[in-house]
């Protein structure tokens, strides 16, 4: 029976607050066991487990993957615009601000 422990942090944030959080847990225990031992599920129940995406160091993980000594698993919220239009936005607002600038 293996009783060893790991160090793992996890990061979640929001635009106003973010939540680091380090705890061990048993070896062995995988992302989704380690976020709902965390209690970040309790603190903010807007985390649906089923649909958050998760990672490892930035690299994009599902819930099953084995935790390691010194992992940082992070909690991604939903995006709230596309990105790729937002660029869009902003190209479009620098060439309409380039046209009328040169007066001065």
Do not use: C, W
């Amino acid at each position: 029976m293996n009783t060893e422990n790991i160090n793992i942090e996890l990061v979640y944030a929001l635009p106003q607050e973010q939540a680091l959080l380090k705890f061990n847990v048993p070896a062995g225990t995988t992302l989704g066991e380690a976020v709902r031992l965390s209690g970040i599920l309790e603190k903010h129940p807007e985390i649906d487990p089923a649909k958050a995406k998760y990672g490892i160091f930035g690299k994009l993980s599902k819930a099953d993957v084995v935790m390691r000594e010194r992992d940082r698993i992070e909690i991604y919220r939903p995006l709230i615009a596309d990105p790729k239009e937002v660029r869009r936005k902003r190209a479009e607002e620098g060439k309409v601000m380039k046209k009328g600038g040169g007066d001065a």
